[in-house]
């Protein structure tokens, strides 16, 4: 039996919210409406939200965050949306917020190298041979 791939979204996050995810341990996406399963490219959005960096840097352990946590109009990785969740978010963790689904992300992977492209409100297809970011081999030093 072949299990079909899911369908493929990306999603524009403000920073350092974007860097959060990919990088920073954010396991969940606060948003107003369930989603299904599915795979989730994630964009650097231009709005960089100035109020998350003290909870960030509390919630990471950093005392200060890198340049990519500022870089914007970029695809920088993906995650799997395993799940979509509406209720009690305190078991959640750090990332989960009350009154909003809350989405388990996993499996973070860094896009190699970034994809440089406009993002949009809510869900969006992603741009034609993204896959190329994710299926490079790096080179051994």
């Known amino acids: 039996m072949t299990i079909p791939h899911p369908r493929t979204y990306a999603i524009t996050l403000h920073q350092p919210w974007a860097w959060a995810v990919i990088y920073g341990g954010k396991n969940i996406e606060n948003r107003s409406r369930a989603m299904a399963p599915c795979e989730l490219l994630i964009h650097a959005g231009r709005v960089f939200d100035e109020k998350a960096v003290p909870f960030i840097l509390e919630t990471t352990g950093r005392k200060r965050l890198p340049p990519l946590a500022t870089a914007h109009g970029l695809i ?56 190329e970011s994710f299926t490079r081999r790096r080179r051994a030093s």
Request: glycine letters at 10%; hydrophobic letters at 35%.
């Open 76 to 131: 920088i990785g993906r995650v799997w949306l395993v799940e979509a969740t509406y209720g009690d978010s305190r078991s959640l963790g750090p990332w989960a917020e009350e009154g909003f689904w809350n989405w388990r992300l996993v499996a973070p992977q860094r896009a190699d190298p970034p994809i440089s492209c406009r993002g949009y409100p809510s869900l969006w297809y992603p741009p034609p041979g993204w896959e």
